[in-house]
C-alpha cells in the first residue's frame, strides 16, 4: 500500500489566518449610500464621475489635480467660524460624535484613515459645501472666498462637482452642522439644498413654486436624502407607484412609426419625469417634458450609478430603455421636440440623440420587473389593430396640411354639389317622361272614342309609333 505525502501543514497557523480574516471582513451597513461608480458604467465615460475643482470626502482624496482646492478649504472654514461664532473645538467634537455613523455610509471602509484624518475631512468639506451653498442661494458677496474662486467657470464645475455620486457627503452631517451653526439664513437645510440643486439639475428639480416639497421629503418618515444625489432622486420618485411586472419582448416602433400608426404624441403636465402613461382608447402616449441641458449627462448618469448600487426598484434605468425605444434616429428626436416633449438645449437633435443613445449602453434592466411593460404592452396592442393604421394613414395623407385639408374639403363639397345636381336632372327626365306619356296615353284614348274629327286609322298608328319610340329611349 502506497502512503500518500502531504505537504507540512500548521492547522492552527492556517486557522488564526482565516479568522482574522474574517474578523477584518467589510460588511455594508445598512447606512451604506455613497459607492464607487460601477466600472462598466465608468469605462463608458469617466469625466461624467469625476470631479474637476474639488474633492469631497474620501473618494477623491489626495489627487493631485485637486489638490489647489483642497488648499482654499481652510479660507471657507474660517469664514464659517466667523459667520457662525462656533468655536473649532466644538465643531470638531459634534463631529467626532458622528464619526462611526459616517464611516458607515460609505462602500469603502478607509481602514487607513486615522480618525483624525477623518474628522478634520468632514469638517473641512461640510462648512465648505454650506458656505457655497450659503453663498449660491444668498448670493452672499464675500471679499476672501471671492479671491479663491475668481472664476466663474471654477464656481460653476465646484457645483456640479456636488453633483457627483463618489464626491456626496451624507445629508445628517450637513444638516447636524447647520443647526449646530445656527446660520442666519429664513429656511431649512432641506430648502437650502433644494435651492441649489434647482438651478444645477434643473431637468430633475422641479421649481418649489411647482411642487410641495414637504411631500417630496418627509424627514419624519422614510423619504429622508442620503445626500444630494438621493434628494434628486426623491423630486422624481413616483407617489403613485405601479407595480411593475414581466415583459418579454419590449421591442416597440419607433416614434415616428408610431405617429404613422395612428399613435398621439402628448407633453404631460407631470412634473415626475417617469410618469409616462399610454391611453389605449384615444392612442395618446403622455410624456413629461425631457429637458435636455449641457450638465443632463452628468446628473443622469450619476444617479443611474447610485439607483443600479443602492435601490431595488430601478426607475432610471427603466426610464433611460424606454426612452431609448422610442427614439431610434434623429427624426425621431425632431418629431418629440416639435411635439413638446423633448426640450433640447443642446446645439442639435444629433447630438440629443447620440446623448441619448450613450447613456443606453451598458444599462441593465430587468425584465422580470420593467416599470414600463404595461405601456410597451399597450402600445403594441394598439399597432395590431389594421383600422388604426387607416384612420391615421387617412389623416397623415390629408389632414396634415392646412392647404390639403381645405382642398380635400373642397373637392368633397364640389363631389357633393355634382351627385346633387345630377339627381335632380334625373329626377326631371322622369317627371317629364311621366308627363309626356299621360299626355300622349290621354289623346290615344280620345281618338280610340271617336272624339276627334281626323282619321282615325291615321291617328293611331301614328300615337303608337310615337309611345313605342317614346318608352324605347
Known amino acids: 500500500m502506497i502512503e500518500e505525502k502531504h505537504a507540512s501543514l500548521d492547522i492552527g497557523k492556517l486557522t488564526s489566518s482565516v479568522v482574522e480574516e474574517l474578523r477584518s471582513l467589510h460588511t455594508y451597513s445598512d447606512r451604506c449610500s455613497i459607492y464607487r461608480v460601477p466600472k462598466r458604467l465608468r469605462k463608458l465615460k469617466e469625466g461624467a464621475y469625476t470631479p474637476q475643482a474639488v474633492s469631497i470626502g474620501p473618494l477623491h482624496q489626495g489627487k493631485e489635480e485637486l489638490a489647489e482646492m483642497e488648499g482654499h478649504k481652510i479660507i471657507y472654514l474660517q469664514e464659517f467660524l466667523k459667520m457662525t461664532g462656533v468655536s473649532t473645538e466644538d465643531l470638531i467634537a459634534a463631529i467626532a460624535e458622528k464619526e462611526t455613523r459616517l464611516r458607515d455610509c460609505y462602500a469603502e471602509t478607509f481602514g487607513k484613515l486615522a480618525s483624525e484624518e477623518f474628522v478634520k475631512m468632514m469638517m473641512m468639506d461640510g462648512s465648505f459645501i454650506l458656505m457655497v451653498l450659503w453663498k449660491y442661494v444668498y448670493n452672499i458677496q464675500n471679499s476672501n472666498i471671492e479671491r479663491v474662486v475668481n472664476d466663474r467657470w471654477v464656481d460653476t464645475e465646484i457645483r456640479y462637482d456636488l453633483c457627483l455620486l463618489k464626491n456626496q457627503l451624507p ?48 424627514l419624519n418618515s422614510s423619504r429622508v436624502p442620503e445626500h444630494f444625489i438621493d434628494f434628486v432622486r426623491l423630486c422624481q420618485q413616483p407617489i403613485n407607484q405601479k ?31 417617469f410618469d409616462i402613461n399610454f391611453d389605449g382608447n384615444t392612442g395618446t402616449l403622455e410624456i413629461p417634458i425631457l429637458k435636455i441641458y449641457r450638465s443632463s449627462e452628468m446628473v443622469f448618469r450619476n444617479l443611474h450609478a447610485f439607483v443600479q448600487c443602492h435601490c431595488r426598484v430601478e426607475y432610471v434605468s427603466d426610464y433611460i430603455t424606454m426612452i431609448n425605444l422610442l427614439v431610434y434616429a434623429t427624426r425621431d428626436v425632431e418629431m418629440l421636440v416639435r411635439h413638446g416633449v423633448v426640450e433640447n438645449w443642446l446645439r442639435d437633435n444629433d447630438e440629443a440623440l447620440r446623448l441619448l443613445h450613450d447613456l443606453d449602453r451598458n444599462n441593465i434592466v430587468n425584465r422580470a420587473s420593467f416599470y414600463y411593460s404595461d405601456v410597451v404592452e399597450g402600445l403594441r396592442d394598439y399597432m395590431k389593430k389594421p383600422t388604426n393604421k387607416w384612420k391615421a394613414a387617412l389623416a397623415l395623407n390629408y ?75
Open 171 to 218: 445629508f445628517f452631517i450637513l444638516e447636524d452642522l447647520f443647526e449646530f451653526s445656527s446660520f442666519n439664513v429664513p429656511c431649512s437645510m432641506i430648502e437650502l439644498i433644494h435651492a441649489f440643486l434647482v438651478d444645477v439639475c434643473t431637468a430633475w428639480v422641479p421649481d418649489r413654486r411647482d411642487v410641495n416639497l414637504e411631500e417630496i421629503i418627509n
Open 243 to 273: 407595480q411593475p411586472s414581466y415583459y418579454e419582448n419590449m421591442a416597440i416602433p419607433s416614434a415616428v412609426e408610431l405617429q404613422q400608426a395612428g399613435v398621439k404624441f402628448k407633453s404631460r403636465s407631470s412634473k415626475n419625469i
Open 399 to 473: 389632414f396634415n396640411n392646412p392647404w390639403v385639408s381645405i382642398s380635400v374639403i373642397a373637392a368633397v363639397f364640389l363631389f357633393i354639389l355634382t351627385i346633387t345636381q345630377t339627381v335632380f336632372s334625373i329626377l326631371q327626365v322622369v317627371r317629364m317622361q311621366h308627363l309626356v306619356s299621360c299626355e300622349l296615353t290621354e289623346l290615344y284614348c280620345l281618338i280610340s272614342c271617336n272624339k276627334l274629327c281626323l282619321c282615325r286609322a291615321l291617328w293611331l298608328k301614328l300615337l303608337e309609333s310615337l309611345i313605342l319610340a317614346f318608352n324605347e329611349s
